[in-house]
């Protein structure tokens, strides 16, 4: 029996607490932007960049000798520029540092080049932001008919699905493609992994994924249209080639460490 004035309004009090929602703190979100000669696509992608999810844009210049550094300038991104071409793996390990000393507990990775859509960006945070997954992917790799209807090379399309399903296998990992230039990670992934010693070249992205594996973290997905244009950045027939056979070699390694 509840006696006393206030019992009943105390009794209400304490109910309406007990079914007030836990709301989580809202993670500081930064995109980062990798970037080489992209003068012709910083804009369009900066302007799709979603600032309602966003709270900073880190773009690292690996020393353009375009406009890319005063598009960059002209939307108050923050800028790093190496004082040299250090390549695209050197280019994220910076991206990287400075997201993680500006305080970022959800770091998205974006090419500049306007092939993946970054209005996508606050699905990529909604998955790791509510415990779902660690890493997010962007995947270009839903049908073939799309893949190549978006313009993707032939050859890279086939290499692609080879790769992944060569990766996939290795790893025990069901991705649909590894090799995607739009990733969210978690702070915590990035604090675990050792991704400064990796590559400073293209395979870097691919050594990533192999550490992120290796440390147990979830990796989920999310389709992105496929859009090939002549002024995104892509790498030549030979790089890709050498990209390849980095990435064949990083699995390999993976195995040997994974058997023995």
């Not at 050792?194 to 440390?215: A, C, G, R, T």
Request: charged share 25%.
């Amino acid at each position: 029996m509840i006696d006393g004035k206030y019992s009943f309004k105390s009794l209400f009090l304490l109910t309406t607490l007990l079914y007030i929602p836990i709301v989580k703190p809202k993670s500081k979100v930064i995109v980062v932007l990798p970037a080489y000669q992209a003068e012709k696509t910083l804009e369009l992608t900066v302007r799709d960049i979603p600032l309602s999810v966003v709270d900073e844009i880190i773009l690292v210049d690996d020393m353009s000798n375009d406009h890319t550094v005063e598009i960059a300038r002209k939307f108050n991104l923050i800028v790093e520029q190496h004082t040299r071409n250090l390549g695209y793996g050197a280019n994220q390990k910076t991206c990287y540092q400075l997201a993680l000393r500006r305080n970022a507990d959800i770091v998205v990775m974006l090419h500049p080049d306007y092939q993946y859509d970054p209005k996508l960006i606050p699905h990529f945070v909604d998955f790791i932001q509510n415990g779902y997954f660690d890493v997010m992917l962007g995947t270009r790799i839903r049908t073939r008919k799309e893949s190549l209807a978006g313009g993707m090379p032939r050859y890279k399309y086939f290499s692609n699905r080879l790769l992944t399903l060569f990766e996939n296998i290795i790893t025990g990992q069901n991705l649909s493609e590894w090799h995607t230039g739009m990733r969210a990670y978690s702070r915590r992934v990035l604090e675990s992994i050792d991704y400064l010693k990796n590559s400073d070249d293209f395979v870097f992205d691919s050594q990533v994924l192999f550490q992120i594996v290796e440390h147990g973290f979830r990796i989920g997905e999310i389709p992105v249209p496929v859009r090939y244009f002549p002024e995104a950045s892509s790498i030549n027939f030979t790089r890709s080639l050498r990209y390849g056979f980095g990435t064949v070699g990083t699995a390999l390694k993976f195995l040997i460490r994974k058997i023995f």
